[in-house]
């Protein structure tokens, strides 16, 4: 980030991550994404009068596994608390939330910064709460229209100490985070889907100044480029302020991705007094060392135990292990090839190479890979035969089967005319053919001249028009030419 | 304690209830009078006393994540004094 | 010539033959609209009750054997939710609202075989102690018209008082069922806090909130509190404890000596009624004579328990209320060209009542930053001591005796003016809801000015079953002279 060196930015960063539920965090409504509006509502989510809630056990156990993976301590007493504000997409007029006991305390989230070391960036708490309903301003022209299918939906709001300094430091944290939510099946980490929402705190003061500045905040940034561009528009913009003498206002501001800027939308003076009190509707919690137990026991394997196993049990370099399990579906798919007969190395260079440009290329998630990890693996078998070659292979019977995935990969190999020829009798008249031709060289060769075997080889390939086995034409050269 | 009209504004602010002037200085005078009522607990000595937060036994209630219980978008809609086939409506709110 | 003494006398009736359900359906309908100026009901479920009645005789009729309210004719508080039924809470806010779903108590009356005839007339949001804060108009005593029936449930004290139904379901949450019971001379009882399900009660103070049942015998009180309580799905805070056999309890003869507490502070108050006071201080003196523990207990903390109460309830009900907006359901507000808070606020002001406004105000500012500590926690610590203190009683003693209400029933419009004085005469009523124990208000007396008067007694949490003994016990023992 370009940034005046008199200055230093301060950042924290308030996270609210969806979890990986069924249903609502206080009723039965189903909080699947895509659904008509307000069709996953009840009595309960509509706040009718008489209704009451019951919390979700699923919800509490992925903020525990959530606490656990980021080494919180874990509150064993803890309660639910109103905030009570106004506004149309919040039916009980109160949102319901730990803000005051939270089930996690303290704990931190590694990052791995551009110098290349290693960082813990501090938390503060994680905490559960219920999404609110969605208001949508441009259906139509005098009213706001309220979907209530988001309402009740359990929320984790992940807080970090004001410990990052940089925009660079922001996305990392947030990759990291991101990476760490889908590793542990707590959050599917999709910010434009709205399943990961990030809000940011942000101060500037003079380097050396041991009070921080003036807060900003900045609310619902909804992928890691915008929240990087967004700490840097208003870092830039909180350093020019205090350049000219200019005071900066507590506000709050929203993003506009379209110019790169922030705009304020409330002063923070304006803010409700939120009067939070137990919310006498539910029971508190005094959770048992047993049950945080069995959550412990049965957290899912995060990355670095990952990339540890796959150097450990497939001798992949730390490299190949890193960039494959920084997403976690993309580590799964390479472990399906690996168990469907696909060798571990060769499997991660394709998934290196020609995988992760289709992905890139097509701006897809692995997910929307149209091929099976068992149909790949199919495919680096034919190579690994030598029925292929890696350059024929990953080319064009490649993006055959992309385009026709059905298709099996040994036929469409064969109707593609792409099998090497590796078969000593069929390469035996070409070679002849070849050193017939070029017995000069033959001769220089006997002389100690071995780089002319390249020529031979390419030779042959160009005689069998790209489908003799270059490794088997090697051989089978060096044997005759041996006499 | 007094009741400054100020006070009125805010409190009626917060519960979005709204007062004409009339109201405003009968609703003083009402919340002047409960609050000096309950200022009694303020003769009460409760140093080392912990407040009661919850008055049922139970602890630890939860519920399995299972999906039941909705009702249809229509009779979600039924009550309501504004509405189009698929939205609840209401005035229009100037983004937060 | 339907007539109905008790719930078990009705029963014996449909068995052999001399009544139908039906006959009952339309003996409490012609009884209703005869008495509409009491205005007890709301709402009137005339078809709807004689055709289920005709179900329930026909089900009967065939052989299939009675459930255990088979028939039995009840009305239900305005404030309890009934599927496809109006829920008002006797406020314009809730102007044509219907409820979708039903409360798990109503749901368990009715696979138990009742009939529910009506909603029941209240106090705005069970806010008051007069049954004169309704936007559906006050209701009148039926033993003396000019008289009020007290509050909240009035309309539901004066159907059974009225005989415009068999037993009826109230709320308490600060004696709003327990003074309308003493007020109308009837049975009202409030459970523990915890023992019937609040799903779809509508919520005025969740802490303090529980249904109630009027009734004319302990019978039928106990047997009505045996169909609704027990543990509920949808109530986080509902009690997981087993219900006991209260109505074969009822049956088995209990012969030790009571433990009766009562307090000196309370009966020989400034505020009570000479003759109130006298007629329990006599009662007492009787029991002691026939070999009962009484004893007096020293209750320092009653001139704060109403300023503790008014303070915690009013927060949690400024907060409950705060759905009642216009958006969802209910009342909106015609005035247009509003902005979205002018529309909360000009909504919530044209259709809420004086009475609930000042709950909220009051409620809105004991949390409000700055005086949460002095008002709200300081009230917490306040309840925290007298349910110590109670409990500490309860070691000793079975039961304790007080007043219901410091005077019989006064006259429609006397205390309007003057909203402390109002809330002074829950004196008696608010501790067992502060403390979540439950209570009693039995019709033992009468005033010399005509009027009844009950005894209110306290036991302790989830005793139901001793409370009801002795309730059984006290009103036998005023049957005989």
């Not at chain 1, 960039?323 to 390479?334: E, N, P, Q, R, W």
């Amino acid at each position: 980030m370009a940034s005046n060196p008199a200055y230093e930015t301060v950042i924290g960063l308030e996270v609210h991550a969806q979890l990986l539920t069924q249903s609502k965090l206080f009723c039965g409504d189903s909080i699947a994404y895509g659904a008509a509006p307000n069709t996953h509502v009840s009595p309960v989510t509509l706040a009718h009068p008489g209704t009451l809630p019951k919390m979700n056990k699923k919800a509490v156990e992925l903020a525990i596994r959530m606490g656990l993976a980021c080494h919180c301590e874990i509150e064993r007493h803890n309660y639910f608390a109103r905030k009570n504000y106004f506004y149309p997409d919040l039916p009980k007029g109160y949102q319901v939330s730990q803000h005051t006991t939270p089930i996690c305390k303290g704990g931190h989230i590694t990052i791995r910064t551009e110098a290349g070391g290693e960082r813990a960036v501090r938390l503060n708490r994680i905490h559960l709460e219920e999404d609110a309903g969605k208001s949508l301003h441009d259906v139509l022209d005098t009213d706001s229209c309220i979907d209530l299918n988001r309402a009740g939906t359990p929320l984790i709001e992940i807080v970090t100490e004001p410990d990052l300094r940089s925009a660079e430091e922001v996305s990392a944290y947030l990759t990291e985070l991101r990476k760490l939510v889908r590793y542990l099946g707590v959050c599917d980490g999709n910010m434009e889907e709205g399943s990961l929402r990030c809000d940011v705190n942000i101060s500037v003061r003079r380097q050396g100044d041991a009070r921080l500045g003036t807060k900003v905040e900045i609310k619902n940034l909804n992928s890691i480029r915008n929240a990087r561009r967004a700490v840097e528009a208003e870092s830039r913009r909180l350093i020019e302020l205090l350049e000219n003498g200019q005071p900066v206002l507590q506000q709050t501001r929203s993003f506009d991705a379209a110019t790169g800027t922030s705009f304020a939308t409330r002063e923070k003076e304006d803010a409700d007094d939120y009067r939070y009190f137990a919310d006498p509707d539910l029971t508190p919690f005094a959770l048992e060392e047993s049950f945080i137990d069995s959550i412990r026991a049965s957290l899912p394997e995060l990355q670095e135990q990952r990339v540890q196993r796959y150097m450990n049990q497939w001798n992949l370099p730390d490299y190949d292990a890193r960039v494959i399990t920084d997403d976690k579906s993309l580590a799964d798919f390479y472990e399906e090839m690996v168990n469907a007969g696909a060798l571990p190395k060769p499997a991660a260079n394709w998934m290196l190479g020609p995988v992760k440009s289709w992905l890139n290329e097509n701006d897809k998630e692995i997910s929307d890979f149209p091929l099976s990890p068992a149909a790949l693996a199919a495919v680096l078998k034919m190579v690994d035969t030598g029925a292929l070659s890696f350059s024929a292979a990953s080319t064009r019977l490649f993006t055959h089967l992309l385009q026709h995935p059905a298709d099996d990969a040994a036929v469409a190999a064969q109707q593609l005319n792409l099998i090497q020829q590796s078969d000593a009798d069929t390469l035996a008249p070409l070679i002849d053919e070849v050193l017939a031709r070029y017995a000069d060289k033959v001769t220089e060769y006997k002389k100690g001249k071995k780089g002319v075997l390249a020529l031979f080889v390419g030779e042959v390939m160009k005689r069998s028009k790209g489908k003799a086995d270059p490794r088997v034409t090697n051989e089978l050269l060096l044997e005759r030419l041996k006499s | 304690m007094e009741v400054t009209e100020a006070m009125i504004d805010k409190l009626s602010h917060l519960a979005r209830l709204r007062f004409t002037a009339d109201e405003k200085g009968q609703i003083r005078g009402d919340l002047e009078r409960m609050i000096h009522f309950v200022e009694k607990l303020d003769e009460l000595d409760l140093n080392g006393v912990e407040p009661l937060i919850f008055m049922t036994d139970e602890v630890n209630v939860l519920r399995e994540d299972e999906v039941k219980g909705s009702v249809s978008r229509d009779e979600a809609l039924r009550n309501a004094p504004a509405h189009t086939d698929t939205f609840f409506t209401v005035p229009k709110v100037i983004k937060k | 010539m339907f007539s109905f003494s008790s719930i078990d006398q009705y029963h014996s009736s449909l068995q052999d033959g001399t009544a139908t359900c039906l006959q009952a359906v339309e003996h409490y309908l012609q009884r209703i609209n005869a008495q509409m100026h009491l205005n007890a009901f709301v709402d009137i479920y005339a078809d709807e009750a004689r055709t289920r009645a005709a179900a329930l005789d026909l089900q009967r009729q065939s052989g299939r054997p009675m459930e255990v309210l088979h028939g039995v004719v009840i009305g239900i508080k305005d404030v309890i939710a009934y599927n496809g039924h109006k829920l008002t809470a006797a406020s314009r806010i809730l102007e044509g609202f219907h409820s979708i779903y039903s409360a798990t108590a109503v749901e368990r009356l009715l696979e138990a075989g009742a009939i529910i005839i009506g909603s029941l007339n209240c106090d705005e949001f069970a806010m008051g102690s007069t049954n004169e804060n309704s936007a559906y108009g006050k209701v009148l005593n039926a033993l003396d018209e000019t008289r009020i029936p007290g509050g909240s449930s009035g309309g539901s004290a004066v159907a059974v008082q009225a005989g415009l139904c068999m037993v009826s379901l109230g709320s308490d949450t600060g004696g709003s069922v327990r003074q309308p019971a003493d007020l109308c001379g009837i049975i009202g009882l409030k459970p523990t806090y915890g023992r019937i399900s609040r799903y779809g009660l509508i919520a005025y103070a969740s802490s303090f909130d529980q249904i109630g049942i009027f009734g004319s015998t302990i019978a039928d009180v106990a047997l009505t509190l045996q169909v609704m309580a027990g543990a509920d799905d949808f109530d986080s805070t509902v009690s997981t404890r087993p219900v006991p056999d209260y109505t074969h309890g009822l049956k088995e003869k209990q012969d030790k000596p009571l433990r009766i507490a009562y307090f000196p502070e309370a009966l020989d108050h400034p505020s009570l009624d000479p003759e109130i006071s006298q007629a329990i201080h006599n009662l007492l003196k009787n029991l002691q004579a026939e070999g009962h523990q009484v004893s007096p207990v020293s209750f320092s903390l009653l001139d704060h328990i109403v300023p503790a109460y008014y303070v915690l309830t009013t927060a949690e009900a400024s907060s409950n209320l705060s759905r009642y907006d216009g958006v969802r359901y209910g009342y909106r507000t015609s005035k247009e060209g509003l902005d979205i808070n002018e529309l909360y606020e000009t909504t919530r002001s044209e259709a809420f009542g004086t009475e609930v406004k000042r709950r909220i105000m009051l409620g809105t500012f004991v949390l409000s930053a700055g005086y949460y500590d002095a008002y709200y926690t300081r009230a917490q610590k306040v309840r925290k001591l007298l349910f110590d203190q109670t409990q500490l009683i309860f070691k000793e003693f079975d039961h304790i005796f007080l007043p219901t209400t410091p005077s019989t029933a006064f006259r429609i419009g006397e205390k309007t003016t003057d909203p402390i004085a109002m809330y002074l005469a829950d004196i008696y009523t608010v501790m067992a809801n502060l403390v979540g124990i439950p209570a009693i208000s039995l019709p033992l007396f009468r005033h010399s000015n005509g009027m009844p008067f009950g005894l209110q007694v306290m036991s302790n949490r989830f005793e139901e079953l001793s409370l009801l003994r002795i309730s059984d016990l006290l009103i036998d023992r005023q049957l005989k002279p």
